[in-house]
């Protein structure tokens, strides 16, 4: 199968993309290309029954989307049909509407969200074909509608067998060994704006994070956290090489920081905060908090990149809610508008959520009241929570914004401002929000409030941008390389070729056997297949991405946390910042489209000194603009370096072919970051990238 075929196949990029209108007339009988595409679509999906189900696929849907008919052994081309199958088209769901919970059954459109219509007008031949696979996603509840309403749908004296498969409760897969029925009302299907995430930095945001009053009203409220304090301070053991992350060079840039701390008790926090640390089994502080700390305590703007899974969050949280306490901060009671004094922000609602509930540890046995609000849940709920009372405000930015406009939240008390994932909050995606808020005349100006960014990546452009939001003395602290990878992630890079991945993905698994894993691809349509085809081979796998409901996505989530799910695709929407204990694995099914996000995902593994692997499909067609940055982080994080990467990585770097904004030059050379921004303070060991080659790259 060609790409072009693949991208057909599952709506990858560079396929034009049906919006919402326009695809529900195709399926609603137009036997011309419009319909035929999502034919194709459909039936390339498929998983016929058996071992060869894959490599049966591959034979059956060639370029040109030929058809193999099982009992003729026949190809059928397309000129042979009623229904044509046009190339490059495929689920498009650009401009599909945007739901969550809706309120009220009466108005969800038949009953379901997304796709509705016919496919599969009749065959002129009595061929049965296998592999036909059709994806909903619809509640649990609408799930035994669906069965009701395909059923009812389908002209049962051509029809031969359809399989209905539910899994986690909210997707569906429904086989259709068939090919001879008439109309099959199909509803369900992919809601949200298509591809956010794996196109590029730019459309990042998720599903329901815009704000506003558009699209159908949001009634989604999410269970409250378990309180009781052993789930509060539950926490996973360090690893064994968190020793070693002090091996880590350290450096400080700007003028006159404050000196590093070795311990907790250095800090000097107050009891509580102490005991709280204690009880969240913290003993040893790591790089990044023991440089960080002091600085932010000291009242200094902070810049500070460190490797991911070592410890950033307590970085942040800690010398803040020491200064709160310092300063008798308590919640406020019941007040329509709030004040609070800390403002956090991160790209995505699981992050958030998260930051929240490491803040809440922390806070516990305080007056200071952290609360987390975030797209994709109802705002009146977003606003009782605020309402309440509310001193740390962890917040998505879609949501912020929605609530400062609402006139829920008074911003003259900011007194710190936080971006985690930073390099994301000011990429073109979120960086207007951000700078929104920063110009809000009740904001504290900069040098009135303390700005801290955090990243495990942090590329030049975005450093630059940075500037806007920091004081001019602010101080950068860099644990080991800027961008680089996490050393206890053992990577490898293997070439797969699209229409191999499948295959590769399923023995990768297989051997792996329910070791937790997160496998990375690019589209949200994408994510569901995959999960879908993964449970047919029975792999209990989830899925989790920007068109999902908030509800779904938590679920997804929790099984996958929980381990009833080891298998979760994803796209980037969980690929930064999520601590989730025991990954063992990450599998890039699809390569991110930069060498950030590879560092992103990669780290969800290989945690707080425990180890994990990596291992990416290379793809020479697509992923080439990535060779020469994937040689640099694997140096950097003393990775083998396969030879036909280096190949590559040269023959691009000879050829003169461009390399991508945000890849190799730009992202990951330390050096030309800290020019002329002051102390260094050297560590033990200096993590260097082995191949000398790159030199002159440099
Ligand atoms: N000093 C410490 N001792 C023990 N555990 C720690 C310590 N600091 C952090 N942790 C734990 O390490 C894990 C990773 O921390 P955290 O999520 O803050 O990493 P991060 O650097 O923000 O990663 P990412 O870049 O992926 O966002 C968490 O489970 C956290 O509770």
């Known amino acids: 199968m060609s790409q072009e075929d693949w991208d057909a196949e599952i709506g990858g990029s560079g396929t034009p993309v049906l919006p919402f209108e326009e695809l529900e007339m195709g399926f609603s009988g137009r036997a011309d290309g419009l319909l035929s595409d999502c034919s194709q679509s459909i039936s390339s999906l498929g998983a016929g029954e058996g071992p060869n189900k894959s490599k049966r696929m591959q034979d059956d849907f060639r370029v040109g989307g030929c058809f193999r008919s099982k009992d003729t052994n026949e190809s059928l081309n397309r000129e042979d049909q009623p229904v044509r199958f046009g190339s490059g088209r495929s689920f498009g769901n650009r401009g599909f509407q945007e739901r969550n919970s809706i309120e009220g059954p009466s108005t969800r459109k038949g009953g379901f969200r997304g796709v509705s219509g016919s496919f599969g007008q009749s065959h002129r031949r009595e061929e049965h074909l296998e592999g036909l696979q059709v994806i909903v996603k619809a509640t649990e509840a609408e799930c035994l509608d669906a069965k009701v309403r395909i059923f009812m749908g389908v002209d049962f004296t051509k029809c031969v067998t359809i399989e209905v498969l539910v899994w986690n409760f909210y997707q569906m897969s429904i086989s259709l060994k068939a090919i001879n029925f008439g109309t099959l009302t199909l509803t369900g299907g992919y809601k949200g704006h298509d591809e956010e995430l794996g196109s590029g930095r730019s459309s990042w945001k998720s599903a329901g994070e815009a704000g506003g009053d558009t699209g159908p009203k949001v009634t989604y409220v ?207 995606g979120f960086g207007p929000e951000m700078k929104k808020l920063i110009s809000y005349p009740n904001m504290p100006p900069k040098d009135r409030r303390q700005t801290l960014m955090f990243s495990a990546t942090f590329p030049e452009e975005v450093q630059r941008l940075a500037g806007e939001f920091l004081k001019t003395e602010y101080l950068f602290v860099v644990v080991g390389h800027v961008g680089g990878a996490c050393s206890d992630v053992q990577q490898s890079i293997l070439q797969v070729a699209q229409y191999s991945k499948r295959e590769k993905l399923l023995e990768i698994l297989q051997s792996i056997g329910c070791e937790r894993t997160m496998v990375f691809v690019d589209t949200k349509k994408k994510t569901d297949f995959i999960a879908a085809f993964l449970c047919q081979e029975k792999i209990p796998a989830t899925s989790i991405h920007g068109a999902r409901e908030q509800r779904e996505r938590e679920v997804a989530l929790r099984d996958f946390r929980s381990g009833k799910c080891p298998v979760l695709v994803a796209t980037s929407v969980a690929a930064r910042g999520l601590d989730i204990e025991n990954v063992q694995h990450v599998i890039n099914f699809d390569l991110p489209s930069t060498i950030e996000e590879y560092v992103h995902r990669i780290g969800r593994t290989g945690r707080c000194g425990n180890t994990g692997k990596a291992i990416s499909f290379f793809d020479n067609g697509s992923d080439g603009h990535l060779a020469q940055s994937l040689v640099k982080v694997l140096s950097d994080a003393q990775q083998e370096v396969p030879v036909w990467l280096e190949e590559i990585a040269f023959s691009i770097h000879e050829t003169g072919l461009s390399v991508p904004r945000g890849s190799f030059f730009t992202s990951v050379d330390t050096r030309k970051n800290y020019e002329g921004r002051g102390s260094t303070n050297p560590g033990e060991m200096r993590t260097s990238y082995t191949a000398s080659a790159f030199e002159s790259w440099d």
Do not use: W
């Open 222 to 428: 999410p269970p409250p956290p378990p309180d009781d304090e052993e789930a509060i301070f539950a926490h996973y053991q360090t690893g064994i090489n968190f020793d070693k992350y002090d091996q880590n060079i350290v450096e400080v840039s700007g003028l006159d920081p404050p000196p590093a701390i070795l311990t907790f008790e250095e800090a000097n926090l107050c009891q509580t905060l102490n005991k709280n640390i204690a009880k969240a089994g913290y003993t040893k502080l790591t790089p990044v908090q023991k440089y960080s700390i002091p600085i932010i305590l000291a009242g200094r703007d902070l810049m500070a990149c460190a490797q991911t899974g070592s410890g950033k969050t307590a970085a942040f949280l800690l010398p803040i809610l020491a200064h709160m306490m310092r300063d008798g901060v308590t919640a406020s009671c019941f007040k329509e508008q709030q004040e609070p004094e800390c403002i956090i922000v991160a790209p995505t609602r699981e992050l958030i959520n998260q930051i929240f509930l490491e803040a809440r540890k922390f806070a516990y046995g305080t007056c200071i009241r952290p609360v987390v609000i975030y797209g994709g849940t109802q705002t009146g709920h977003s606003i009782r929570q605020v309402m309440q009372g509310c001193n740390i405000l962890c917040a998505t930015p879609g949501r912020l914004m929605d609530i400062i406009g609402k006139e829920k939240i008074g911003l003259h008390n900011v007194k710190y401002l936080v971006l985690d994932e930073a390099d994301r909050m000011l990429d073109m």
